[in-house]
């Protein structure tokens, strides 16, 4: 490495004056670990602060998701928390794969219709997410007509709604693509 001119009058300086300097470039290092090159202190430095960007980002998102009034199944750390919500408290009735109990499409004028699939191929892509929020909140009793009796639970008391909108971004996010553009205008 050449010596900068800076560097070399300051040594004739010090000579002349009788100074002695510790050379900060010809300093040792730690004892027992590899001295570090500017450009690897650079990037060492550049990795810390890009890991702590992303915990942070990870961090932040996860915070997002606790206050969440919407679903969003492209936001990952929502749909993460929804299948959590999802295989805690609705698989063993509607499926792993969202596909409901056989025999859910017959006739049932008094209800106790077997639980419907969730997944595309059955009704709930056709209700808005509001639609989808509040059954999953009070359960589908509300929502029936008089002398049906509908056995989907309400979640009230068990889920706040930050943890349903994630089950509801979860369930959509297994809908093609093709369909959640189909259902956009139901959320206008
Ligand atoms: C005890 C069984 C059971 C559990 C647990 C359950 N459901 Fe249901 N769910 C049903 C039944 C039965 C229906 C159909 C009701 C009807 O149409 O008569 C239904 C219907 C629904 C519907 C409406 C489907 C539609 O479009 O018509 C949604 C959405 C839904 N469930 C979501 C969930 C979610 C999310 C959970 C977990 C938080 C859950 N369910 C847990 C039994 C259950």
């Not at 001295?35 to 430095?45: D, E, V």
């Not at 699939?117 to 009070?138: H, N, Q, T, W």
């Not at 008089?146 to 971004?169: F, K, Q, S, T």
Request: charged share 30%.
């Amino acid at each position: 490495m050449a010596i900068d001119p800076y560097k070399r009058r300051q040594q004739r300086l010090d000579a002349k004056r009788g100074v002695k300097r510790v050379d900060e470039d010809a300093e040792e290092g730690m004892p027992g670990l590899p001295r570090i090159s500017r450009s690897g202190k650079f990037l060492l430095t550049a990795s810390i602060v890009a890991a702590i960007a992303t915990i942070g980002a990870v961090f932040w998102d996860r915070e997002s998701v606790k206050r969440a009034d919407t679903a969003d199944p492209d936001n990952a750390a929502q749909v993460q928390l929804g299948r959590a919500v999802y295989f805690g408290h609705c698989a063993y009735c509607h499926g792993d794969a969202l596909e409901g109990k056989p025999g859910w499409q017959q006739t049932f004028p008094q209800g106790g219709r077997p639980p419907t699939p969730l997944d595309a191929d059955g009704p709930s892509p056709l209700r808005s997410d509001k639609a989808l929020f509040e059954i999953v909140k009070y359960g589908g009793q509300p929502y029936s007509p008089r002398g049906y009796r509908n056995d989907m639970p309400g979640y009230e008391h068990r889920l706040d709604d930050a943890e349903i909108w994630a089950v509801i971004a979860y369930v959509q996010k297994q809908w093609p693509d093709a369909v959640r553009e189909e259902r956009r205008d139901l959320n206008r």
